[in-house]
């Protein structure tokens, strides 16, 4: 059996209702579970990108990414390992302002280049960018205090290797 | 409607025409070419239909019993003309109802373009009445499809629905049209879609994959070639013929392949797969490159993929970049229009006789036709066999006829035994098996190829499923020939509860109506059959017939369907018994 290995697959796509559905229904008719998946515009304009994580064997991440580019309003897929991409996740944490002034705290958020956006008379805001597991342990840090709300985003990567999808268009166009 | 618009800058009249947006999907068809869809109406599609009485001179709607009916139509007569067909139906139930021959026409890559109607865009998620979410439904089993909510995206939309279903590896179209687009109107302008930025229908030819093809070809012993339906989709049957004719090369065809050679061509070495010849399935495992054309390693097709062909090099040929190494992994990949490719590899290759390579296919068929063939269409035992049942076709129909058939053990025993003289000529539900799809799917075939004969043939089971198009038969007066071998039972089911499930006949087994009185019911002509000596006759009076004609035949109840390769075994492990 193929070892299961941790990809990241770039989607360039048209920006057209309905078609998260039709990229997402590729990985499900596969059945492979999405680890995380991020929507954004790209560097080109109109064009979409989604940015997955999947754990899966290579030989699979191939044939998912086949079947992505037949999709008509795909552009171009691309699949990446770890060593080939620059990614990040960003988090933000709310906690009670009872623990403002807390050193411990003061002390993690410098540690971990994270950031208070918010203030109030209540609650707090702490944002941080960084890989999954910095976040992780941020959050294990933070959470004893009684995170009152979490969230993550998806990762969101920058490919080492260059994707030429302004040429392709251009060829196209 | 006609309105003049007085443009203030130049004060010259220029005339615009407003019309519909149902108005607009009809003339767009027109554009498109379309004489001919299947279609059943209802609420949220009245407008179109609404259109279509007006255009009836110059579009034929044909309307069929159920949505699913329409669906198989269209495929029928897209697969027996190469065009692409056309199926309507109105929101709700009516769509959901065409899904199943959109999930077929996927799988087997058949041209088609539905149309949908659709609750008004502000009853949109509003759980209305027939709303149903087709687009999210339909999505995995479409190309492509597309909403439209505003009747100015009408013409551009179709053009592209119809560009992107007949082009590259063809597929179903899905278009949804809301009530009020239908209503409201627009400025038609119709413009043929060429391309789409984000779509490349056809791959680039790589020459030196050509060449690295040629050279694996040119120095194999012992060569055997896969075809499949991409002959007969990319128009190649003519560089196919040239290229195996040069080099002498076996050839065997998938299920979805038949009729792309015809079936006695010298080199035409059988069918592959679960039920295919005796000699190809377990040559397979025997050549030293395999020749894969136009055709997708079905696992029908390669049975277990662990050895399935290891010791050879596969050299596979196709227009769609995502089949390579999806199954079988290959040494060299060629990807194009096979229509090209073909032609592209022609001169590089050398003349070659494969004499003895031959005779090891003829040795195996002759194993095949003493121990199955010759007792499939001589039975010296009471019953009688599907397998005489499609000799007497072809002693008739001298292979010139289109053979429709169902998905089991009567599509098998067709298959394996009707003679095609030309392309085009065997339609079948390959990758989907959609049981009922015969009869609809006869019928739009007659109507693409009125001047043919169309036999469908049928088992009782799946004749069940659709049996109510016999009324689009009476309506159309299609002059469909309908053949049911009823052996009262799921046969290919039956068959193998028989084999792998100690004989426990789990709701298999058919209690049937009297099928000749219905037919009758439906004003068909219509005899049974059920002694050998009555076959041949009723065979040639159902053909010499103008009109539709019904014809039961009585079969053996419990035959087997032989070659067979048990599911998980190899290609090589087929079994003649």
Known sequence: MEENKKFTISVYTENSVGLLNRVSAIFLKRHINIESMTVSKSEIDHVHRFTFVVIVPETLAQKVVKQLEKQIEVIRAFYHTEEEIIYQETAMFKLSTEFLYDEKIQNKLKLRRAHIVTITKNFFIIETTGLKEDIDRLYDKLKPYGLMQFVRSGRIAITRPKMAISELINNVN | ?577
């Open chain 2, 1 to 577: 409607m006609e309105t003049q618009i007085e443009t203030k800058s130049k004060h010259i009249k220029t005339k615009e025409i407003k019309i519909s947006g149902s108005e607009a999907v009809i003339k767009c068809l027109l554009e498109e070419g379309v004489e001919l869809l299947y279609g059943y109406p209802g609420g949220a599609i009245m407008p179109i239909y609404d259109e279509l009485y007006k255009y009836q001179d110059k579009l034929h709607h044909v309307l069929t019993r159920h949505e699913q009916g329409a669906a198989h139509a269209a495929q029928g007569y897209a697969r027996v003309t190469g065009r692409v067909g056309v199926a309507m139906a109105t929101s709700g139930p009516g769509a959901t109802n065409l899904v199943t021959g959109i999930a077929d026409a996927q799988i087997d890559s058949t041209p088609m373009v539905c149309i949908t109607g659709q609750v008004g865009s502000h009853l949109l998620g509003s759980d209305a009445f027939q709303e149903t979410d087709i687009i999210g439904i339909s999505t995995p089993v479409t190309k492509w499809n597309y909403q439209i909510t505003d009747a100015s995206e009408i013409p551009e939309i179709l053009a592209k629905a119809f560009y992107i279903a007949r082009s590259g590896r063809p597929g179903p179209v899905l278009i949804d049209i809301t009530k009020d687009a239908q209503f409201d109107t627009l400025d038609f302008h119709y413009k043929k879609c060429t391309a789409i930025r984000s779509y490349r229908p056809v791959p680039e030819i790589d020459m030196n994959q050509i060449e690295a093809a040629a050279n694996l070809i040119n120095i194999a012993k012992k060569p055997m070639i896969v075809f499949g339906q991409g002959i007969i989709l990319g128009k190649a049957e003519k560089e196919f013929t040239a290229l195996i004719e040069k080099t002498n090369i076996p050839s065997a065809c998938t299920l979805l392949g038949l009729s792309a050679l015809p079936t006695e061509h010298p080199l035409h070495v059988g069918m592959v797969g679960m039920h295919g010849n005796y000699a190809p399935n377990k040559l397979t495992n025997e050549c030293d490159v395999l020749i894969a054309i136009g055709m997708r390693f079905d696992d029908r097709v390669t049975g277990n993929l662990n050895s399935y062909a290891k010791q050879a090099k596969v050299i596979h040929f196709d227009i769609d970049p995502s089949e390579i190494d999806k199954n079988v992994q290959t040494e060299v990949a060629v990807l194009g229009n096979v229509k090209q490719t073909l032609v592209e590899i022609l001169p590089l290759l050398q003349e070659n006789t494969h004499e003895k390579w031959l005779q090891e296919f003829k040795k195996l068929y002759d194993i095949e036709y003493e121990s199955v063939i010759k007792n499939d269409l001589f039975p010296v035992k009471e019953g009688l066999t599907m397998g005489e049942v499609m000799k007497e076709i072809n002693t008739v129909s001298k292979g010139d006829a289109v053979i429709v058939s169902d998905v089991g053990q009567h599509q098998m025993f067709a298959s394996r035994y009707a003679k095609f003289n030309q392309t085009k000529s065997n339609i079948t539900s390959g990758g989907l098996g959609t049981m009922g799809f015969a009869l609809p799917a006869a019928i739009g075939a007659k109507m693409g190829a009125p001047q043919r004969d169309v036999i469908a043939v049928i088992g009782d089971g799946g004749y069940q499923m659709t049996i109510q198009e016999l009324g689009t038969v009476l309506q159309t007066k299609a002059p469909v020939k309908i053949v049911v071998l009823n052996n009262e039972f799921l046969g290919m089911v039956r068959q193998w509860q028989q084999l792998f499930f100690d004989k426990r006949y789990a709701s298999t087994e058919m209690t049937n109506p009297d099928f000749i009185t219905i037919a009758k019911g439906y004003h068909i002509a219509a005899e049974r059959v059920t002694k050998r000596e009555e076959l041949a006759v009723a065979i040639q009076k159902m053909l010499a017939s103008d009109e539709a004609y019904f014809l039961e035949v009585c079969v053996e109840k419990e035959d087997n369907v032989f070659p067979m390769i048990p599911t998980g075994a190899s290609v090589s492990e087929v079994r003649l018994s």
